[in-house]
């Protein structure tokens, strides 16, 4: 047999904004995430949904860092690319950006089967910020986008079951410490992507895992599942099922006929195949099937209300159709985690692929026919027999690296030493990150920094804090560990922990910064004011230049003390921070936002109308945020700019 499947290297170039540095302070704050149940929302609900609703989910984003440095002025960039080809498929993956499936080109009729973003502009939609809309992405961790959404995955060839070779990706995902891999290959003469993923952990203890993998089509389709019923999911944080295809008078199903954004989990029964499809007027667009360990499926819908158009314009350039999101996950919902028993796996098959089959019309006859179609494309049998084929080989050690990702993986794996056959985390991939870290296992010490800079990212899981607790207590020690100790909830450990290390620390912003975001939470508002200044203002005087890292962190240090400052009434102080910001980081749009704040504030509403009269946009402005309406309400009576409509749900009376 000859093999034609092909991996190769290849350059995209498109309009991109830059990612930019991210944001230098520890994310000590509770997690903003908008996908989560009211917990007077849950009774009714089925035993285990109920029960995977309330399993361990995040609170934190530590260790992670967020990313918010981005901005939207695009200019054309390349962007390194591997592509997976046979004589039927062409799939583009970007490894440097989350490992996303950018592109499945179907060859033969000359149809892109995704939704191809033609820019790459991240907005504030990933769990720690960076997130970019477009293809098929692979989302582990927690409820909502990947934190590796905008990160570099490793990626090397393998040998694949049918005798040619796969795309292996593999990373250390950081909030559960859990290493996956995506395996990608094209069988010979085949119209269907196979993607075999696998999450383990390696912990003496179970872990709560989640994955869904979410796949952008155009928006002009409908949607087939094979389910009567879903849960509908909307930002006002209700769980409710609903029949399927309609309520309230409206078939859902179709994507611009729901109002607001809205997410629908497919009630799939227990027996029936695993799948869901995306198909045009004409018959013709994606489908995607598993084995049944990925049992979820679900529809996301941006709505045809204006907010819903504002954040399609908001994510790709003018005259850009709009797109849906058709996932499939390990739960039945995505506010679901999933128990992974210590020393333990979880791993599945997932095909995507063209599908050709009338959509409209009857239901329950569209499902049907649908599902007898992908039958005969690609058996149920089939998939399974794939998925048999693949196991043994997720174990072999890659050839050719392809990519690289981070060195946290390998940290863990010095730390440990875990065995992981075919996703090695080799030594050489460490990086000046992990180097204190590394040094902090061979000597029991974390070394103090040879400069005077922003201080590195900080380790908050056990292990990491019983070595920071034994280890000599220097300042730059105590700073860790007191970030440590607030993720475990220890709090007045914590603030004892930075307290100390004030009295001989020669940096005293980032432990100032944290007493102000701990007298925060324990609604201290006047005092966390006061130690934001003075942060602030240590900060200033320790830059020592106008470079990026300083920069990063004197916007990061200047959004927290700014509000902090207006809401204990100091506006005079508030002001004087603002004076001291780089004229650069005053014109951001997030800025911006919190210059007519201060206006306000300052008595001036013609002053603060004046900036939204001007324009401007917050690059960072989070998915479900309503800041910019709640300002804008409260300088006037008019309508809300279409400009700055972002509402993603009814109003609340």
Known sequence: ????????????????????????????????????????????????????????????????????????????????????????????????????????????????????????QPANFALNGAWYSGGIEWNIGATGHTTLSCAPLHAARVPAPDGGEMLRLWEWERLRDLPFQVDLWLPDGSDFLYAGVRIRNPHERPVPTYWWS?????????????????????????????????????????????????????????????????????????????????????????????????????????????????????????????????????????????????????????????????????????????????????????????????????????????????????????????????????????????????????????????????????PHTEYHLGIAQWHAGDRAQAVRSWERALQLAPSLWPLLRCLAVADQTAGHHERAAERYADAFDDLCRERRDDGEAWTAALAALGRETLPALLRAGRTADARAVWDRLPPAVRGRGRFRLLQAELLLAEGRPEAARAVFDEGFEAADLREGEEAIGRLWARLTDEPLPARHDFRMRPDQP
């Open 1 to 120: 047999m000859v093999i034609v499947t092909r991996i190769r290297r290849e350059v995209l170039t498109l309009p991109a904004a830059q990612l930019g540095s991210d944001n230098p302070l520890p994310p000590m704050h509770p997690l903003d995430e908008v996908h989560r149940v009211d917990d007077r929302n849950r009774d009714g609900l089925p035993r285990d949904m109920a029960r995977q609703l309330a399993h361990e989910p995040l609170t934190s984003l530590l260790p992670v860092r967020v990313r918010d440095g981005y901005g939207r002025t695009r200019e054309p960039r390349a962007l390194d690319a591997l592509v997976i080809e046979n004589d039927r498929l062409r799939a583009t993956v970007l490894p440097g950006l989350g490992g996303r499936v950018a592109s499945l080109f179907h060859l033969p009729t000359g149809r892109e089967l995704l939704y191809r973003n033609p820019v790459f």
């Open 214 to 474: 979410n796949i952008a089509v155009p928006e002009e389709r409908r949607v087939l599942a094979p389910a009567e019923e879903a849960w509908h999911f909307g930002y006002e944080r209700r769980l409710r099922r609903v029949p399927v295809p309609s309520h309230d008078g409206i078939d859902r199903t179709y994507p611009l006929n729901s109002p607001y954004a809205a997410d629908y989990f497919y009630d799939v029964p227990d027996g029936r195949r695993r799948w869901i499809a995306a198909l045009d007027t004409d018959g013709h667009g994606l489908a995607q099937t598993s084995t049944d360990t990925l049992r979820g499926r679900k529809l996301f819908v941006w709505g045809h209300r204006p907010g819903g158009r504002r954040w399609q314009q908001w994510l790709t350039e003018p005259g850009t159709g709009g797109y849906c999101e058709i996932q499939a996950g390990l739960a039945r919902t995505q506010l679901e985690h999933v128990r992974l028993d210590a020393g333990s796996e979880v791993s599945w098959l997932e095909a995507y692929g063209p599908l050709g089959t009338p959509a409209d019309g009857d239901w329950a006859r569209a499902v049907q026919h649908a599902e007898d179609r992908l039958e005969a494309a690609l058996p149920r049998a089939r998939v399974e027999e794939a998925y048999a084929a693949w196991q043994p080989y997720a174990d072999t050690e890659p050839g050719e690296i392809l990519a690289a990702g981070s060195g946290w993986g390998a940290l863990e794996v010095l730390r440990a030493d875990w065995k992981l056959p075919g996703t090695p985390f080799p030594e050489s991939t460490l990086t000046e990150a992990q180097a204190p870290w590394r040094e902090l296992l061979r000597t029991g010490s974390l070394p103090e920094p040879r400069r005077v800079r922003p201080p590195g990212e900080s380790l908050v899981a056990p292990h990491w804090r019983d070595m920071l607790e034994t280890a000599p207590a220097t």
